[in-house]
């Protein structure tokens, strides 16, 4: 039987929003079924922190995480507190890169859905032929498979292909999606999520309408004009009404 945790963790007002917001995300990803039984990973940073963020226990359902359960972790992979879960090293070696040298890179998600990885398993990777992917035309990065991400040495590739981009696709694998909030993030994903699902039902109907090059100029300039600081904020709290209405341990 798993280790009952406190329902609140000491730490600051700050960090203890920053929990249960990360742990209402991981409900809502569970709910939506876009996550891998006790595997992959959402992260944030610890607010007013240098070089320390919050990941789920290695073995707990992303249906059963908990804002006190989350552990935080700093830098160099030690954990911070009497957590008694470990961290799985994959989840520490890819997102403490993206946290440590990317500005942007506030929370950050990595799955393995069917239709994403389908999508980074295919030579032409995201293609501009749907709505939702038009938001993401040039700019999606691209890594190379190099098997399971727990070698230190990769991190400096991992940063040369995601570039300023806030979406990397691991070719293979799957993808990463990081935002300046958790807001930005989860949308972002949901967006991803769509573009992935679309794109492998239209192949399976024959060749994919590409959306011209013009077209996705003004697709993404009408974009940008909608674009606040709050960018996902109303989705996101929708969604966690939701959850909130199934189960409410998350806040625990």
């Not at 500005?103 to 939702?132: E, W």
């Amino acid at each position: 039987m798993a280790t009952q945790l406190k329902p609140r963790v000491q730490c600051s007002e700050a960090e203890w929003k920053a929990r249960q917001e990360l742990a209402a995300c991981y409900r809502i990803f569970a709910h939506l079924g876009w996550y891998e039984s006790i595997y992959n990973h959402i992260t944030v940073r610890v607010p007013g922190e240098d070089n320390a963020f919050l990941i789920n226990p290695y073995g707990l359902l992303w249906e059963e995480v908990t804002a006190s359960s989350l552990i935080k972790i700093d830098g160099e992979g030690n954990k911070v507190g009497d957590n008694p879960y470990p961290v799985n090293l994959a989840g520490f070696t890819q997102h403490s890169v993206f946290h440590k040298n990317l500005d942007h890179a506030h929370a950050i998600v990595h799955t393995h859905t069917p239709d994403t990885m389908a999508v980074c398993s295919s030579k032409g990777g995201l293609r501009q032929s749907n709505f939702y992917s038009c938001f993401f035309a040039g700019e999606v990065g691209y890594h190379d498979f190099e098997g399971i991400t727990v070698r230190a040495e990769e991190g400096e590739r991992l940063i040369r292909d995601v570039g300023k981009n806030k979406v990397l696709l691991l070719r293979n694998h799957g993808p990463v999606v990081m935002g300046n909030t958790i807001y930005e993030m989860f949308l972002l994903y949901y967006m991803l999520q769509r573009a992935c699902e679309i794109q492998v039902k239209t192949a399976a109907m024959g060749d994919p309408l590409e959306v011209s090059d013009d077209v996705i100029g003004v697709h993404q300039r009408d974009r940008d004009n909608q674009l606040t600081d709050e960018f996902g904020k109303l989705d996101f709290e929708a969604w966690t009404r939701k959850i909130d209405r199934i189960d409410s341990s998350w806040r625990d």
